[in-house]
């Protein structure tokens, strides 16, 4: 069974920083590209940033480049998302997923408010 667990999630000012992790057990992490969304009340879910398997590849949605960095520890099947320079905009629940065809999976999320 495929479960993805979000922690780190908090209140921070802004400007601040915050680094939220997400762990994968039960899951052939190394396989699989994951990814960091985030979602506002009113708002679509929105792709943040994803990462290859092997970490070689990492992209970021415009609103977060040169802010937020994406990486993952195959070894502690976990993906973490740094979150410098936080605005209020950042303001979401942030969810990790993957595709292990034929289906997306999600976490639960957590809440990080800037503010």
């Known amino acids: 069974q495929v479960q993805l667990v979000e922690s780190g999630g908090g209140l921070v000012q802004p400007g601040g920083s915050l680094r939220v992790s997400c762990a994968a057990p039960?899951?052939?992490?190394?396989?699989?590209?994951m990814g960091w969304f985030r979602q506002s009340p009113g708002k679509e879910r929105e792709r943040v940033a994803t990462i290859a398997r092997d970490s070689s590849r990492v992209n970021y949605a415009d609103s977060v480049k040169g802010r937020f960095t994406i990486s993952r520890d195959n070894a502690k099947n976990t993906v973490y998302l740094q979150m410098n320079s936080l605005k209020s905009e950042d303001t979401a629940v942030y969810y990790c997923g993957t595709n292990i065809i034929p289906r997306d999976y999600w976490g639960q999320g957590t809440q990080v408010t800037v503010s």
């Open positions: 039960g899951v052939m992490f190394y396989s699989h590209c």
